[in-house]
């Protein structure tokens, strides 16, 4: 396939996976419908009827889910060659590095190694981390000794040396994930389409500068010289000088007000975090949908269903864990839909 | 050779404490391999040996990490091989714990030498930068009542967020040197109670401090040579350190030795996993053996196993063949030939194997394309003197060298020379016409014989009507039979023949018929489907007949890249004549020799193996010590 027709066939792939993400009516209609409705519309019925510990099902659930996303990101890899693949590679990785930080709690806390291994994911080749070295490593530090090896090595070496300073799993947690968006803010300035990546990736980094900067600062109490340090100031609204200026301010309230009046609007009247998270996730959804239609650029396109399909997967699985643990439906409404944005929406 | 071996399954009831024992017998003999599927769950429901496994998993992992740093020896006296009981794994995989944790302690201490080293090193740069910055280090050095500094470095990506982080707790950061990925700064401050937050940022950012000695400012020189005796000081540890290690690695060396025999009598049981499943101390372990060892085995643990034991044998069901594991005999002298058929696949159990056919047609081909004496001369010495490279390949290029020495003779060829040597043969290029007929024997020849093999593996696989009907089947060969007969027939008497038409075109319509039959769509498309299936038989044998003629082509190719290069040569004096005739042959040799060898490859792989072989069998994996 010539380059102009690998982007005609990837948007047009794209187009066809944008057709399953959910639209509030959606959302609606999935809610009103029964458990075993539910399973059988989206091929879950064997995993829900499987006599499994909630735990357990939870986990087959999260995994078939991730395996329905992963299945979709390799069909879009097929026609991308050079950095706009290396880039979509680089996004899918984040979910190696779950895996990552569960097997560093679960060395921390001294679990089997079958333990370990039920909790981790099970992803494609191509990003998959070498889990039965990483089991068989006698300490936390040999394991990212292992990793500073491929594809993960900066953000193992950064996170090693935080690691040997600090010795503690919060300190390592964030160093991993400050990396991770580091390396993705890298990419997408080596990209052909810069642009139009830089705009979607910064969208992703200011919703999770905006979450950080909440959480160290007033859930964890770090100072804003730290909390500075652990942000990654290259968002679209999120500059260097506003993040600057918010983590001086010492007060949630504070922070929201004087944030962009993008951002404002969308988690004012927020109490914590938990609720500036589920606003920002369904904001950045319903940006995706406006950049899958409208950017010019594929790999941007096809990144932008990745992260919306990320996100619908994610209030899929909330779904079927209210049904299956009976939780009143209005909450779990609110929980998919915030009731500020169900106006608006 | 010609096929893979009959095989039985085995099911071999014993007590669960001998199954760790009856493993390593099985593994001795090296017939045994397991089969994992959960026949027996319903009368044994457990798999033995979890905490074994676990055990050996880790201590293998543990062994070859350790294996990295320490040289052992690994040689297994036979007479000594004994089962290894859970209690010595876990000894053995304790000490083996210990050692690794001894090796990760000097590996640490090497890497903290060589950072105080490096530490040192960048000091120094550091000294040399502030003096020509004119600045008073004794300010630096001492604790101050009202002033916090900090010197050190920091990874270069990271000091732009560092300085604005430090800004906000309300510091300075200069920056006074960069050195590859590392920048030197100075941090600075008002010393107001705020250090836990600075220190805190310092560490998550990976700041590495640089101690600045105290007699810097007073008397440099004395501080200079304060540094170099600390370097001195780390190179004597470091070298105390590698004489430790040394001696370290002599007093395990043994023990490592003993631990890897441990690990090696160990495997089988772990390598068993599910093949083996126990109700109490009942057990049984269930694989696949070649028919002709089930005697070997059963003499063997009974001889061995003190307790009873019931040993049962079966043919594979029709279901099972699929999953029989394809046991082909390992000739030394085919090994490279087994492994290039391998790069295709595994012949199914029961399948022909194609190896001894591959390897005589791929050298008589190789020799038929490339003959010449002088160039098949050099193949054979090359494989010969890399015999060390080349390991069981070996064989492979001084069978291609002979072969094209042969046919060299053959032709009358030598590095290119036509009339130096009399042709015992045909020399390509007098009778090009001649050498692709015989080419297009060879093929024919090449694909009735394949086409053979392909209805054997039919008949031999319970399929009749696929050895009758199916592509490459009897109505196939017959058609192709009458087509040839028939092509003679033109070729001789200018008229296809009554009996080549007939042989042809009933069994044309025999597979039409039949292809009809096997079409489940609509009426039209069924008739559509069946004569492109029919018809893709005619021209894939004769696509596939013509493709021969590359045998030919590249003789000829042979001879006539020899003549381009004799007419260069012809045009220089003397000495260049011969640069470039040795020049020419070099490129004959390596160009095309390498295309020779992929288009023979390309042959065997596309003619012939696609024809008969369907190459997805399971390789017989045995247990092995």
Redesign the interface.
């Known amino acids: 396939m010539n380059s102009s027709a690998s982007q005609t066939y990837l948007k047009t792939r794209v187009n066809i996976f944008a057709t399953q993400l959910f639209t509030d009516n959606r959302i609606l209609e999935l809610l009103d419908m029964p458990l075993e409705e539910l399973s059988g519309t989206f091929g879950l019925t064997g995993i829900i009827e499987s006599p499994l510990s909630p735990q357990k099902l939870n986990h087959a659930l999260e995994q078939s889910l991730l395996h329905s996303l992963m299945s979709d990101l390799s069909v879009l890899l097929r026609p991308l060659d050079g950095t706009s693949r290396v880039l979509l590679i680089y996004w899918s990785r984040k979910f190696a590095l779950f895996n990552l930080k569960t097997l560093i709690r679960c060395k921390l806390n001294e679990l089997?190694?079958?333990e370990i291994s039920s909790y981790l994911h099970h992803l494609p080749d191509i990003i998959r981390l070498p889990h039965e070295?990483l089991l068989?490593a006698?300490n936390i530090l040999?394991m990212l000794h292992l990793l500073e090896h491929g594809p993960y090595q900066s953000i193992a070496r950064?996170a090693r040396?935080?690691y040997e300073?600090?010795n503690e799993p919060f300190?390592l947690d964030?160093?991993i994930d400050r990396s991770y968006f580091?390396g993705m803010v890298k990419y997408s300035n080596s990209q052909i389409d810069r642009g139009e990546l830089k705009e979607l990736i910064g969208m992703l980094t200011d919703r999770q500068n905006l979450l950080w900067l909440l959480r160290y600062r007033f859930m964890y109490q770090?100072?804003?010289?730290?909390t500075?340090?652990?942000l990654v100031?290259f968002g679209k609204y999120l500059d260097?000088n506003r993040l600057?200026e918010l983590?001086?301010l010492d007060s949630f309230q504070s922070v929201l007000e004087k944030l962009p009046p993008k951002l404002s609007r969308i988690v004012s009247g927020t109490t914590n975090a938990m609720q500036a998270r589920q606003r920002l996730d369904f904001s950045l959804s319903r940006e995706m949908r406006r950049l899958i239609r409208f950017s010019p650029s594929p790999a941007t396109r096809a990144l932008a269903y990745l992260v919306a399909r990320d996100t619908d997967l994610k209030r899929l699985n909330a779904l079927l864990q209210g049904k299956l643990l009976g939780l009143d439906s209005e909450l779990v409404h609110e929980a998919l839909i915030p009731p500020a944005l169900q106006e608006a929406a | 050779m010609f096929s893979t071996l009959p095989m039985k399954h085995l099911r071999i009831q014993l007590l669960t404490c001998d199954l760790p024992e009856a493993s390593l017998i099985l593994a001795e003999l090296g017939v045994f391999a397991p089969d994992p599927r959960p026949i027996l769950e319903a009368e044994l429901p457990s798999i033995p040996g979890e905490g074994y496994r676990h055990l050996y998993t880790q201590a293998r992992s543990r062994f070859d990490k350790i294996a990295r740093h320490v040289a052992y020896t690994d040689t297994l006296d036979n007479k000594e091989v004994h089962a290894v009981s859970e209690a010595d794994l876990q000894l053995t995989n304790d000490w083996l714990g210990e050692v690794w944790s001894d090796c990760s302690e000097f590996e640490e201490e090497r890497h903290r030498l060589r950072d105080q080293l490096h530490a040192i090193d960048e000091l120094e740069q550091t000294l040399d930068n502030f003096s020509n910055l004119n600045i008073d280090l004794g300010r630096l050095q001492q604790k101050s009542r009202f002033l916090e500094i900090h010197i050190g470095m920091v990874a270069r990506t990271q000091v732009k967020q560092l300085e604005e982080a430090v800004g906000l707790a309300g510091y300075l950061l200069y920056r006074f040197l960069e050195r590859e990925a590392r920048t030197h700064v100075i941090i600075i401050g008002a010393l107001d109670g705020e250090s836990a937050e600075l220190k805190s940022v310092l560490d998550t950012a990976g700041f590495r401090p640089l101690q600045v000695p105290e007699a810097l400012h007073s008397e440099p020189e004395k501080a200079k040579t304060s540094l170099r005796k600390q370097q001195t000081d780390l190179q004597q540890r470091q070298q105390q350190l590698e004489s430790r290690s040394a001696a370290w690695r002599t007093s395990i060396a043994r023990h490592l030795s003993a631990a890897a025999q441990t690990l090696r009598q160990a495997a089988p049981y772990f390598q068993v996993q599910n093949a083996a499943r126990n109700q109490g101390s009942l057990s049984a372990i269930q694989g696949w053996i070649p028919a002709r060892e089930v005697v070997n085995a059963e003499a063997g643990l009974r001889q061995k196993l003190h307790n009873p034991l019931v040993l049962e044998s079966r043919n594979p069901t029709e279901d099972e063949r699929p999953i029989v594991p394809s046991f082909i005999s390992r000739s030394r002298l085919l090994k490279p030939f087994s492994l290039l058929v391998k790069q295709y696949g595994i012949p199914r159990y029961g399948e022909v194997n194609p190896t001894l056919l591959f390897a005589v047609s791929y050298i008589l081909m190789f020799g038929m394309m490339f003959g010449d004496v002088g160039h098949g001369a050099i193949i054979l010495i090359s494989g010969i003197l890399a015999h060390r490279k080349l390991g069981s390949f070996t064989l492979f290029a001084v069978a291609a060298g002979i072969s094209s020495m042969v046919f060299g003779l053959l032709y009358g060829s030598i590095f290119g020379y036509e009339h130096v040597i009399h042709a015992i043969w045909i020399s390509p290029m007098s009778d090009p016409l001649y050498m692709l007929s015989m080419a297009l024997i060879w093929g024919v020849g090449f694909l009735v014989l394949i086409t053979l093999l392909n209805i054997i593996n039919h008949l031999q696989q319970n399929d009749p009507s696929g050895a009758l009907f199916g592509e490459n089947g009897i109505l196939s060969l017959l058609l192709y039979g009458g087509l040839l007969w028939g092509t003679f027939n033109i070729y001789q008497d200018g008229a296809f023949g009554v009996g080549a038409a007939v042989v042809a075109l009933s069994s044309l319509v025999a597979l039409f018929a039949y292809k009809l039959m096997g079409t489940a769509s609509p009426p039209g498309e069924r008739i559509l489907v069946a004569a492109i299936e029919t018809l893709e038989t005619v021209t894939g044998y004769a696509s596939n007949t013509l493709s021969f003629l590359r045998v030919a082509a590249f003789s000829l190719n042979h001879v006539a890249l020899a003549v381009a290069v004799f007419t260069l040569a012809g045009m220089m004096e003397e000495t260049g004549y011969w640069i470039t005739v040795v020049l020419g042959n070099l490129f004959i040799l390596i160009l095309e020799g390498l295309i020779v060898t992929i288009q023979v490859l390309r042959l065997e792989y596309y003619e012939g193996f696609s024809r008969f072989f369907a190459g997805d069998g399971k390789a017989f994996k045995p247990l092995t010590l």
Request: hydrophobic letters at 30%; proline letters at 3%.
């Open positions: 089997s190694l079958d070295k068989q006698e040999e950064q040396q935080v300073e600090k300190s964030a160093a580091q770090l100072s804003s010289s730290e500075y340090y652990l100031p260097r600057m983590v001086n």
